[in-house]
T-cell receptor, first 113, second 108 residues
Framework: EAAVTQSPRSKVAVTGGKVTLSCHQT?????MYWYRQDTGHGLRLIHY???????EKGDIPDGYKASRPSQENFSLILELASLSQTAVYFC????????????FGHGTKLSVL | GMPVEQNPPALSLYEGADSGLRCNFS?????VQWFQQNHRGRLITLFY???GTKENGRLKSTFNSKERYSTLHIKDAQLEDSGTYFC??????????FGTGTTVSVSP
């Protein structure tokens, strides 16, 4: 089974602070994604990447940056965390084509106070 | 409308019952995936379909790209089937588009 590991599993941040969420995959997958899930809702795409050193905007990129320093690692950065960014964040990876089966991490529960 | 509409929003079943979930798409999709989110919040991939029907135990999923829908059928529901089920479709270009989910509650 392919493995996607997120860290931290949960985090409490202060408004205006910087938050970095990390994701590591051992699947040798080209595609990596960051999704956000709000209570009672589905997942929305924030940023994704299909190659190291390159990232693409998803559907809700405002307030977020992403970094893909290597094929295995993909980070989500909140430079100035806001209350509205309280959510659960999921990292995922998939193979060469972005419509292949997704493998998800456990999720990171972020609370901004 | 929404590119992926998922119905029903919630579903209550007794153990042993059969039922189905449906996703309708506003446009032609190239593939669909179904996920279960368990009580711990973990997302588990159930099916990936580019066409046709797949079965896995008591679960069966169908994807009809021409008619723009996908279904997930639960047979002989068990308590462990409780959770939220999401469909997600791939249109092309960027990544998957998720439905809003169906919360399934199975009771004895």
């Amino acid at each position: 089974e392919a493995a996607v590991t997120q860290s931290p599993r949960s985090k409490v941040a202060v408004t205006g602070g910087k938050v970095t969420l990390s994701c590591h995959q051992t699947n040798n997958h080209d595609y990596m994604y960051w999704y956000r899930q709000d209570t009672g809702h589905g997942l929305r795409l924030i940023h994704y990447s299909y190659v190291a050193d390159s990232t693409e905007k998803g559907d809700i990129p405002d307030g977020y940056k992403a970094s893909r320093p290597s094929q295995e690692n993909f980070s989500l950065i909140l430079e100035l965390a806001s209350l509205s960014q309280t959510a659960v964040y999921f990292c995922a990876s998939s193979g060469t084509f972005s419509n292949e089966r997704l493998f998800f991490g456990h999720g990171t529960k972020l609370s901004v106070l | 409308g929404m590119p992926v509409e998922q119905n029903p929003p919630a579903l209550s079943l007794y153990e042993g019952a059969d039922s189905g979930l449906r996703c309708n798409f506003s446009t032609t999709m190239k593939s669909v995936q179904w996920f279960q989110q368990n009580h711990r919040g973990r997302l588990i991939t159930l099916f990936y379909l580019a066409q046709g029907t797949k079965e896995n135990g008591r679960l069966k999923s169908t994807f009809n790209s021409k008619e723009r829908y996908s279904t997930l059928h639960i047979k002989d529901a068990q308590l462990e089937d409780s959770g939220t089920y999401f469909c997600a479709a791939y249109q092309g270009g960027r990544a998957l588009i998720f439905g809003t989910g169906t919360t399934v509650s199975v009771s004895p």
